[in-house]
């Protein structure tokens, strides 16, 4: 397990190490950060950016180590301006594309949401990710479940749900198989890592 929540898989993908842990493991579990052209240290979630890349596991700590630490400059090999907030900037940018990618299932037909469509979906064995936000009505969520096999991802709010789906609020959503549905548990994952909340726990 790394310091991101992310089970390490050697299968997946090529690693890379991490500047603060010094730990190598898959990409996924990883944010890549380039030095811009003006000495800027930015985050590359996409991992398309030019630019030699600067990994650092997919953790509030670890990103926060390596600014107060001046690690971005240490592995760039040159002076950095670095955001005083890069946890906070990262965490926006990551929560931003994981509700992208959601709506892009939505619109694609492998994602839909509301506690009876679910629930219909659950009973028929089409869910692959169930989705609830972390601030929804717990007693509200114990009554859906996350079938064997499939994964849970409870990281996003109810108003990021929401906009996923074209509505205010939404706390309950699943996807169906699909490639997405990969690409929206990696970027949970990475999520995760970064968002704590004021009692210092990270959503599920």
Do not use: N, Y
């Amino acid at each position: 397990m790394t310091r991101g929540g992310v089970t390490k898989d050697r299968t997946d993908g090529p690693e890379r190490k991490c500047i603060v842990t010094g730990e190598a493991q898959p990409k996924s579990g990883l944010i890549r950060f380039v030095v811009g052209p003006d000495g800027q240290v930015v985050p590359d979630v996409l991992g398309k950016l030019p630019g030699r890349g600067i990994w650092v596991s997919a953790d509030r700590g670890a990103i926060e180590t390596a600014v107060k630490k001046k690690m971005f400059a240490r592995a760039a090999r040159q002076p950095v301006e670095v955001p005083e907030d890069m946890a906070g900037l990262v965490e926006g940018i990551l929560a931003r594309h994981l509700v992208e990618l959601i709506a892009l299932a939505r619109k694609s037909g492998l994602a839909i949401s509301g506690f009876e469509k679910v629930r219909d979906w659950l009973d028929k064995g089409q869910v692959k990710v169930l989705i609830q936000a972390h601030d929804g009505s717990g007693r509200g969520k114990s009554k859906l479940w996350t079938p064997e096999g499939a994964r849970f991802v409870g990281c996003l709010s109810a108003d990021e749900i929401g906009q996923a789906f074209g509505r205010q609020t939404t706390v309950h959503a699943a996807l169906a198989t699909g490639g997405l549905a990969k690409r929206v548990v990696e970027e949970a994952q990475r999520l995760k890592g970064l968002r704590v909340d004021s009692g210092g726990q990270s959503p599920a």
